[in-house]
């Protein structure tokens, strides 16, 4: 299995940026898709990017696309989450998951490991 831990996350005003960072240890990471997730008070978590196994292939959530940018560096088990142009609606716990998938992940479900999470609070 893998280990994944965020970093990064804090507060913002809008219109600012942000990165935020989740490094793995244990199996392989090239193994493994990753996803990043946030989950606001009140809501249910809600998938924000995804990156496949050697990073060839993104997808991201209509909200964050043109804004966000995931990326990984297998060399150092890494998979980053890049925000730009921060909003209000944008804050939340921000989760790094890893799955043993080849699909598209856009769903809890699809992953099997998953971090404590990072607050990121987006001022207006």
């Known amino acids: 299995q893998v280990q994944v831990v965020e970093s990064g996350g804090g507060l913002v005003q809008a219109g600012g940026s942000l990165r935020v960072s989740c490094a793995a240890s244990?199996?392989?990471?090239?193994?493994?898709?990753m996803g990043w997730f946030r989950q606001a008070p009140g809501k249910e978590r809600e998938f924000v990017a995804r990156i496949n196994r050697n990073g060839g292939s993104t997808n991201y959530a209509d909200s964050v696309k043109g804004r966000f940018t995931i990326s990984r560096d297998n060399a150092v088990d890494t998979v980053y989450l890049q925000m730009n142009s921060l909003k209000p609606e944008d804050t939340g716990v921000y989760y790094c998951a890893a799955g043993q998938i080849a699909r598209v992940g856009v769903t809890p479900s699809d992953y099997d490991y998953w971090g404590q999470g990072t607050q990121v609070t987006v001022s207006s």
């Open positions: 244990g199996r392989t990471f090239t193994y493994y898709a």
